[in-house]
């Protein structure tokens, strides 16, 4: 009955690889988003699809690429992994259609370790 | 552009005690406040929202919020403090005239001891 989920859970990777994280939410809900939680626990937006349309875009790398399915997965891929790309990455949902008023439900979290 | 403070890193209080974890907000339209609370390893849980109409709004598990124009605050509130409330806190605002972006703050980690 989980309300949004990520795979995996963890993920240790070399510099330079490519790796995705998969979301996927039952909520019935119309946006999602991706956030990065760096080692300070400081939370940034990163993408944000509604209905499968880009709708926010914060200034990340193009190595970072989303991919919207379907309105129920959100999903992230990750070119030329660097050292800096460690962090924990969130996925979220909400219901737009409520005037962006809704609040967002967040998964559990992917932790990424780039050795 | 929207920003959020939250001014202390961390706040410390007893068991039974009243809680209290700072926020203040820049928004350039209405503001849309949020308060979430993060457990050790887990994702984000909403507590509460702010929208419109009642300045003092009550949320999950005992908590509650004062909305106040004036100081541009919404500082997060908890009659008694109970140990498993300690977590990490953080606070959003989402500002009307910015679309559907949501600013968090720095957060705030609360130790409530026995």
């Known amino acids: 009955d989980t309300a949004v989920s990520q795979t995996p859970k963890y993920l240790v990777t070399q510099m330079g690889n490519d790796k995705s994280i998969k979301c996927e939410q039952n909520l019935g809900h119309d946006t999602m988003y991706w956030y990065k939680q760096d080692s300070k626990k400081f939370l940034k937006i990163m993408f944000s699809?509604?209905?499968?349309?880009?709708?926010i875009n914060e200034t990340v790398p193009n190595r970072f690429s989303p991919k919207s399915p379907d309105k129920a997965h959100l999903n992230l891929h990750i070119n030329s992994l660097e050292l800096g790309d460690s962090a924990v990455y969130f996925c979220?949902?909400?219901?737009?259609?409520?005037?962006?008023?809704?609040?967002?439900?967040f998964g559990p979290g992917t932790r990424l370790t780039v050795t | 552009a929207q920003s959020v403070a939250q001014p202390e890193d961390q706040v410390n209080v007893a068991e039974g005690n009243p809680l209290t974890v700072k926020c203040t907000y820049s928004?350039?339209?209405?503001?849309?406040l949020f308060w979430y609370v993060q457990y050790p390893n887990r994702g984000l849980q909403f507590l509460l929202k702010y929208i419109t109409g009642d300045n003092l709004v009550k949320g999950s598990y005992g908590f509650e919020a004062e909305f106040n124009k004036s100081q541009t605050s919404f500082h997060l509130k908890k009659p008694s403090a109970l140990v498993s409330d300690s977590a990490l806190y953080f606070c959003?605002?989402?500002?009307?005239?910015?679309?559907?972006?949501?600013?968090f703050g720095g957060g705030t980690r609360v130790l409530v001891k026995p």
């Open positions: 959003a605002v989402r500002d009307e005239a910015a679309g559907n972006k949501l600013t």
């Open positions: 928004v350039s339209g209405n503001p849309y």
């Open positions: 979220a949902s909400s219901y737009l259609g409520l005037a962006g008023l809704g609040e967002q439900y």
């Open positions: 699809y509604n209905n499968k349309e880009l709708i």
